[in-house]
């Protein structure tokens, strides 16, 4: 490939720079400008707090191990519920996601690099300090906010000296947010090389592009919501107290407008992950490229009028609820759209059964019961008896855990070897799969049934009824949760050696990512590669030359 | 002038976000142990806000730099475009949510907890008798005590007028600068700046007669939250956006920006007129009606 | 049903400790009862239809499901390279796409019917025959007979609170159980009208099937008529702090000549109370009852022992209030303290009851101030406190 050769143009810019490779260093990752060193930090950052919120997850699942309180007072089990949440969602999945966009959006539509690479520099680093001020409040006075992920008040404003450190927390990783979205919509508007037409590029992409839009439409309602709860606590405004002519539900509306959207953040690029991946394993072209971006873009549109699903018990008029239900109940549509396309592509296929596949099928199959089970809590008058409940607790943990944890870790098998130039080792990722997907299922299945049967969440202790499931329930928790420590060995395994990868890796892997070398070289596409399309592949987008 | 520079710019090695990040982490952790009680906060957000001044000039002074040398082609003059107009989106977005808390109080909130609708039907009567329910109010506890509005005709509308002949001020500095006419450029950008410094003067007479003689404050139930969360972050943006022209000004004057590459400027304008637009929507929504 | 399987359920659990597969074993009487696993159908005509609408999406699902993993698993078996499948090259069908657009569509609308006439009947809470006015307070229940002009409060049993941290398998309806259980007559249509005093509850008898926030500063209606004499459980099912898990709910259904027995008997109780708190107080029987009291309404928050938790909630032992001038003591429990999680008692405790807990608190907990409170002094300050509010 020659995409990485130097170009005569070295002595035009301010910065003295070697086009060839990273500059030595630790300091080399804090003044990166590089979306690929930036994909890194962000993926390891994301990895790391993976760690953090399991290692919380587990605390919690310790406490429900038996009835009875052993391990945690009720107010530190709540504190964990709630850094547990805000730690995964705003720590690993968001950041993981953009960790993949950072890296692959500018190889797979031919740019040079990201758009606006300082500002990708800031969006990266304003995290781990976000992240600080976040975990430091486990040290304050009062402990870390124990009000759930969601901040209801009046409950949260309740939470001592950390309300204000969550608040600022929570705009500083919107920021970030914003930013990063920014810098994709940007990169893959301006970005593309010549030819590369939008209906040509690659379905991740295209998913990318529509979460960037949610994320810049949705992160700075939050920050609005929060900042409301700052001047209720602290400058004495009334927006979410009705003796003052507010109201608490108003809160978990606009709330909502954002969380809704988040969800949807959470799993889009989970779909472009398992688009890129299904066909490849597949060696068989994507099955309806285009009915998949406009199904992505339908479940965009649809998520900001579906909110008020998650607050059908605060007692909205009637035909609010009716309102809401029927626009729940239609994002079945396009998502059902977009598992009969993957069903599709691999129907007379080719197919073997690499890791990222096997993770990529079981992410088909468990995201869609997540999905049913999303769409028996969009029918309102049965939502009254599961909401809250640990019904909610597994379909949202099969979207979240089975669904987009599952993309990541298929998506980092998938692309590992362009990134270390390595094959991990296929035998050790194939038992780290068969590991989880059974633990998993251990781990969340019977969550179902616990919350048909009355156990609410968010509750650090039981009924004995309860007591059975629990404990299948923890034992799976902890078994997935240990398997994951062999995710990381097989990912440091890779980085540190192993054999060494082709071009294309993967034999029936299409784009040009695969034209690169392994590893992809610090510095491609320099100068914009002429694309064309094979007709009999949409979406896999090959350089002309 | 187009690219004298092939290829798309990459800088390599920036210092300035990280500093960024320090000082946001600074000026935010201190403003929280501001509001928790801590007596070392005001260093802390002081030495945070040094920072971030620091990192901004230092930030946009390489961008201009840059720029200056011709460093940047069509495609990152694009770029920068883009990014602007979805921050400006954000933005939007951001006022959207007061918006919708000052819309949800109106409409539903307040006429609940004065007895209409399905849920106002026992929550009226029951737990908040004798309260009307009508805008303005600072709901059935009378937080904050009476207070007094201010009405549309009189500062607001005024304000109105200044900010729209920005608008067109701002406008006219810009065909001044697309014919490459400097002179105009200055003055139509400094007439601009200087009517975002009135539309302040006025909205602080406007806030300093509310409190002390309306006693309409922040704290006066949902109107005064809405009121000034709404017309206070307004002001903020207007603040910022004046900062920005005038930056433009002192740049302009300098001799920076041609007829074809004024990217900044463009930028500074339409985040003056997204300001507007914003106010417009204060205007209607929370002085008129 | 949920109440009959505790028992069985429990024994059959013992060896479970052990890992995944005992657990799994250990469960053989959940999978004997497909019940146990699944929404119960309830005791009231809105719970059943809601029983019957959920096994129709749950099966629904189920069928699609069967049939999309069903398509997926034939071409994982047959279509795999491994046994020479050749890859076709088709990318696209039309009437594939529209047909799985549509169809769905249509099974959608089907759901949506029956929904829609559920959630309608349920709204409806006109022509009810009674009303009972529910109040969440971290962390108990008042409910207020609106027709009867009965008020009780209810909250953990101390049956379930002392077991938390030993042994809780000993004991019945652990967590499940309250001090003061309330009644609804069989067969009537109740309204309910659900608010709250601090931060939002949610009220749920998942055997009624009605579940709704209870809001401070705004009312939610629901509508419960139970048809089946019996006892039913429930919880709060919203998070509102540190004792969200220990809210339990418990509802008597009974005969309504049952039922209005009930009410005339909870009625001479408190009518007794009542006197109780004319008389003189002994310092040993305050003490007693306080210490109750401290447990159920004010433990969750200061602990068992006063102690507090630092940075959330004060210790009350050597507390400058509570060892000092009593007035202060009495106002910070009556009316609490604005802003903060401590709220006002005065309306959650009677006068005997107030006393009580102030008496103990001042002289228990590691505090010694010798003072007595009297309900007398309650009283008067209770007086004073409303005619504050009717001049202001
Ligand atoms: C990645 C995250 C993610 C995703 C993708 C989804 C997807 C969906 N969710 Fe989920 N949800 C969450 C994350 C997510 N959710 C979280 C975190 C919460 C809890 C928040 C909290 O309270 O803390 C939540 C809670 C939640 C609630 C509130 C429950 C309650 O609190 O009472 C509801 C209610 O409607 C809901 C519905 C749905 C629906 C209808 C979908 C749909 O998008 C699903 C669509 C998919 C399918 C239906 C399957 C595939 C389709 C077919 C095979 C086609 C044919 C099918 C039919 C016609 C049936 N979700
Ligand atoms: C992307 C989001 C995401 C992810 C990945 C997860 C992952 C997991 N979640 Fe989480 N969860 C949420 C999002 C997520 N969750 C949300 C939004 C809530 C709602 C919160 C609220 O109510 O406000 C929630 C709530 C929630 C509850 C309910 C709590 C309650 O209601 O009180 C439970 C209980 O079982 C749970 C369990 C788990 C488990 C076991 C995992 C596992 O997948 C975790 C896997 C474990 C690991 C990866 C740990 C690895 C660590 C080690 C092996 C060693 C540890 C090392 C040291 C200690 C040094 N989660
Ligand atoms: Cu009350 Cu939870
Ligand atoms: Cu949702």
Known sequence: MSANQAHAHAADSIAEHDHHGPPPGLLRWVFTTNHKDIGTLYLWFALIMFFVGGALALGIRAELFKPGLQLLDPHLFNQFTTMHALIMIFGAV?????????WLVPMMIGAPDMALPRMNNWSFWILPFAFTLLLATFFMPGGAPAGGWTMYPPLVLQGGSNVAFLIFAVHMMGISSIMGAINVIVTILNMRAPGMTLLRMPLFVWSWLITAFLLIAAMPVLAGAVTMLLTDKFFGTSFFNAAGGGDPVMFQHIFWFFGHPEVYIMILPAFGIISQIIPTFSRKPLFGYESMVYATASIAFISFIVWAHHMFTVGMPLTGELFFMYTTMLIAVPTGVKVFNWMATMWRGSMTFETPMLWAIAFVVLFTIGGFSGLMLAITPVDFQYHDTYFVVAHFHYVLVTGAVFAIIAGAYYWLPKWTGHNYDETLGKWHFWLSTISVNVLFFPQHFLGLAGMPRRIPDYALQFADWNMVSSVGAFVFGFSQLLFVYIVVQTIRGGKKATDQVWEGAEGLEWTLASPAPYHTFEQPPSIKEDSAHPGTPLPAH | MSATHPGYYIPHDTRWPIMGSIGL????????????????????????????????????????????????NDQVDISFRHGMIWFIFSEVLFFAAFFGALFYARIYSVPWLGGEGSVGATTGPLLWPGFEGIWPTNGPAEIGGAFGTIPAVGIPLLNTIILITSGATVTLAHWALKKNQRK??????????????????????????????????????????????????????????????????????????????????????WYWHFVDVVWIGLFIFVYWF | MMKGIVSSAFAGRSAGAIGAAFALLSCRDAFAAWSDLNLPVGVTPLSRIVYDLHMLILWICVVIGIVVFGIMFISILRHRKSLGAKAAQFHHSTFAEIAWTAIPVVILVAMAIPSTQTLIEMEDTSRADMTVKVTGYQWKWKYEFIEDDLTIHSSLAPSSREAIYEDPSRVENYLLEVDNPIVFPTGKKVRLLLTADDVIHAWWVPAFGQKKDAIPG?????????????????????????????????????????YEAWVADRKAAQAEQKALAEREWEKPELMALGKDIHLTSCAACHQADGTGIEGAFPSIRASEIATGELRAHIDVVMQGRVGTAMRSFASQLDDVELAAVLTYQRNALGNATGDIVQPAMVSAVRDQMRRIEEGG
């Open chain 2, 25 to 72: 982490f600074a000026l935010l952790g201190g403003f929280a142990m501001l509001l928790n009680g801590s007596s070392s906060a005001p260093v802390v957000m002081i030495i945070g806000t040094l920072i971030l001044v620091v990192m901004i000039i230092g930030w946009f002074g390489t961008v201009i730099k840059e720029s200056e040398s011709g460093f940047y």
């Open chain 2, 184 to 269: 105009p450029l200055c003055w139509w950008l400094l007439a601009t700046v200087l009517l975002g410094l009135v539309f302040l003067y006025f909205q602080g007479v406007e806030f300093a007669h509310a409190y002390n003689d309306l006693n309409l404050t922040l704290e006066s139930g949902i109107y005064g939250s809405t009121f000034f969360m709404l017309t206070g972050f307004h002001g903020l943006h207007v603040t910022i956006g004046a900062i920005m022209l005038l930056v433009m000004l002192l740049r302009a004057m300098r001799g920076h920006f041609t007829p074809e590459r004024h990217f900044a400027f463009e930028a500074a304008a």
């Open chain 3, 218 to 258: 705004y009312i939610n209606e629901i509508w419960v008529q139970v048809d089946e004499p019996g006892v039913y459980r429930g919880q709060c099912a919203e998070l509102c702090g540190r004792d969200h898990g220990f809210m339990p709910i418990v509802v008597e259904a009974m005969p309504p000549e049952e």
């Open chain 1, 94 to 102: 968001m950041p993981a996601f953009v960790g993949f966009a950072n």
